[in-house]
């Protein structure tokens, strides 16, 4: 079954980011161009792209979606769009900018009834669930939302309906440490669609994502300063 692999495009102030301890911070790759490094993605074979609005998720700010319009209107591009989505108006103005899919913020599960709007409203396969853990707890990076029992919130999750999860190992993100393939295990075994994401950095640790259950991954520092070579990882991915 082919797996989906997602290079990420991480977006602050307008331009490329990477995510730091101490929120987003303008990353060099591609002379800090999103739309650069989307076409560079595209080119290696990407049919799938994760853009992260690091602006909306730290401070609430709406200032890169236009940009995302932009990644979005590019031949070819199918965009996951993330970044602190915690209500449906905010999942409505990705999917009107052009993404396919919008990641709900962990910050929006401290609030069932939001997560009950959403589910409601949402298409067939317009909304996945963003489950990101630190220290065996769902805890939202970029928002003060407590956190969450990681087993008993993807119970009810389920039973709500949710169609997906994007799995995201907190510790790991930017870190090309290697993914937390326990973690991708325990999410997937609720038995719904999971997609992998934190540390990622070679063709092995994909596979080792796809061996613990997961349909697909996210790849975000090692695509943009080309220590996974997207191409070979994609041809992967399509066997």
Known sequence: MPFTLLPAIDLTDGGLGVY????????????GD???AARSC???????????????????????????????????????????????????AFLEAG???????????????????????????????GIEVADGRIRARGADAGDLDLMSTLGWLRAAGAPGFLVTAVGRVGRESGPDTELVRRVARAGVPTIGAGGIRSVADLAAVR???????????????????????????AV
């Open 211 to 237: 061996e613990a259950g997961a349909i697909g991954a996210v790849v975000g520092r090692a695509t943009m300063d080309g220590s996974l070579d997207l191409g070979e990882a994609l041809a992967w991915a």
């Open 42 to 92: 595209l080119a290696a074979g990407a049919t799938w792209l994760h853009v992260v609005d690091m602006d909306l998720a730290f401070g609430g700010n709406e200032t890169n979606l236009e940009v995302v319009r932009a990644i979005a209107a590019l031949p070819g591009a199918t965009l996951q769009a993330s970044g602190g989505v915690r209500t449906w108006a905010q999942v409505g």
């Open 99 to 129: 993404a396919s899919r919008v990641v709900v913020s962990s910050a929006a599960l401290v609030e069932e009834d939001v997560v009950a709007e959403i589910l409601a409203r949402a298409r067939p396969g317009e909304v996945v669930f």
């Open 34 to 36: 999103p739309l650069q």
């Open 20 to 31: 730091t301890a101490t929120g987003p911070s303008p990353l060099d790759a591609f002379g």
